[in-house]
T-cell receptor, first 114, second 114 residues
Framework: GAVVSQHPSWVICKSGTSVKIECRSL??????MFWYRQFPKQSLMLMAT?????????EQGVEKDKFLINHASLTLSTLTVTSAHPEDSSFYIC??????????FGPGTRLLVL | EDQVTQSPEALRLQEGESSSLNCSYT??????LFWYRQDPGKGPEFLFT???AGEEKEKERLKATLTKKESFLHITAPKPEDSATYLC???????????????FGQGTILTVHP
């Protein structure tokens, strides 16, 4: 099956700093990628849809200035958490859509903000 | 509004004890139904896509079926390594180049005891 990677797999940062998470589709091109957030024992919550070469579409309640998304190529999307605070600590998961159909998910990035 | 409901919330099985997980959906114009497996601390792993009522797909000990109102994930002679959270999801009805925002069920936590 299609493979999606994320880097880093986990990150610890100080409050106020910015953190960048990369999402790559390794063996296919993805026009559309998605960023999710997952809290413990809860389902995935879509944060934004990222389209290559255009601005991301954010879900209601998600601050676009805080969660910056860039989809510069057909295989790479990045999520930057700006001025991170402890409440931003979470498990962030990206997915990439193959052939305008199935979404394949990355392994996730665990963020801890101290 | 699309709705996806999974049952049971949790299922405990003995190794070798076959069972089924249920995913009921309320979607106008189903474009597809996805099954994923998620292990703790990892992103969802794609299992199956079903497109139309009557369709069945198999992978090792898993078989997914689809009717007009629900999907079942049958697990035959499960092993402890099948323990995970199983998620089903449906894309929105609206057409377009992307399947877009998936509506997820809350998942079924499967535990298989040796």
């Amino acid at each position: 099956g299609a493979v999606v990677s994320q880097h880093p797999s986990w990150v610890i940062c100080k409050s106020g700093t910015s953190v960048k998470i990369e999402c790559r589709s390794l063996d296919f091109q993805a026009t559309t990628m998605f960023w999710y957030r997952q809290f413990p024992k809860q389902s995935l919550m879509l944060m934004a849809t990222s389209n290559e070469g255009s601005k991301a579409t954010y879900e209601q309640g998600v601050e676009k200035d805080k969660f910056l998304i860039n989809h510069a190529s057909l295989t790479l999307s990045t999520l930057t958490v700006t001025s991170a605070h402890p409440e931003d600590s979470s498990f962030y998961i990206c997915s990439a859509e193959q052939g305008q159909e199935t979404q394949y998910f990355g392994p996730g990035t665990r963020l801890l903000v101290l | 509004e699309d709705q996806v409901t999974q049952s049971p919330e949790a299922l405990r099985l003995q190794e070798g004890e076959s069972s089924s997980l249920n995913c009921s959906y309320t979607v106008s114009g189903l474009r597809g139904l996805f099954w994923y497996r998620q292990d703790p601390g990892k992103g969802p792993e794609f299992l199956f896509t079903l497109y139309s009522a009557g369709e069945e797909k198999e992978k090792e000990r898993l078989k997914a079926t689809l009717t007009k109102k629900e999907s079942f994930l049958h697990i035959t002679a499960p092993k402890p390594e099948d323990s995970a959270t199983y998620l089903c999801a449906v894309p929105p009805r609206a057409g377009g180049t992307s399947y877009g925002k998936l509506t997820f069920g809350q998942g079924t936590i499967l535990t298989v005891h040796p």
